[in-house]
T-cell receptor
């Protein structure tokens, strides 16, 4: 299995509080992604990164920001969490040339 | 990226081959077929991919029709641990792209004893 960890694995927070999710990889892959998964919507891309300090928006980026200061870490921040951001969040990585994405175990976030 | 169509669900007996169909009639010449699966509460897992030739690895085989408008993922000897949602995805395999994958609803496969 690809070396991808996500932290925390579970989090419960209140509306309006900031939340940061971390994705850490040991594969030295160039590309990293954040997805959210909700019933009836499948997996949707939030943000992605194609290198250190290089990030771009996905299809559902409103309310989220990301940062990548090191190759191995990709942070997803909810500046002011809302109940609509209750979801399971998955991080993924890919080397680029090979293109297959490998996913982390997920973070279950509940916003009350 | 081309759209795919998969049956919403299918059952398979343990020990038998599971054949999962996928239609991608609008596929273009530079688009690959990828298969992923997601076991309940886990992250999606890459299975296999191919362009036009049949492919096989330790997990599965991928059969792509000659016109490339459909494909079949074959799990040769299904086990209970193969119960999962299986996603068929068609996309360009660029050498230097950010690799977005569009996951649809997939096929819920249930392997029964």
């Amino acid at each position: 299995d690809a070396g991808i960890t996500q932290s925390p694995r579970h989090k419960v927070t209140e509306t309006g509080t900031p939340v940061t999710l971390r994705c850490h990889q040991t594969e030295n892959h160039r590309y990293m992604y954040w997805y959210r998964q909700d019933p009836g919507h499948g997996l949707r891309l939030i943000h992605y990164s194609y290198g250190v300090k290089d990030t771009d928006k996905g299809e559902v980026s409103d309310g989220y920001s990301v940062s990548r200061s090191k190759t191995e870490d990709f942070l997803l921040t909810l500046e002011s969490a809302t109940s609509s951001q209750t979801s399971v969040y998955f991080c993924a990585i890919s080397e680029g040339g090979k293109d297959e994405q490998f996913f982390g175990p997920g973070t279950r976030l509940t916003v009350l | 990226d081309a759209k795919t169509t998969q049956p919403p669900s299918m059952d398979c007996a343990e020990g038998r081959a599971a054949n999962l169909p996928c239609n991608h009639s609008t596929i273009s010449g530079n688009e690959y077929v990828y298969w992923y699966r997601q076991i309940h509460s886990q992250g999606p897992q890459y299975i296999i991919h191919g362009l036009k030739n049949n492919e096989t690895n330790e997990m599965a085989s991928l059969i792509i029709t000659e016109d490339r408008k459909s494909s079949t993922l074959i799990l040769p000897h299904a086990t209970l641990r193969d119960t999962a949602v299986y996603y068929c995805i068609v996309r360009v395999r660029a050498t230097d792209s950010w690799g977005k994958f569009q996951f649809g609803a997939g096929t819920q496969v249930v392997v029964t004893p």
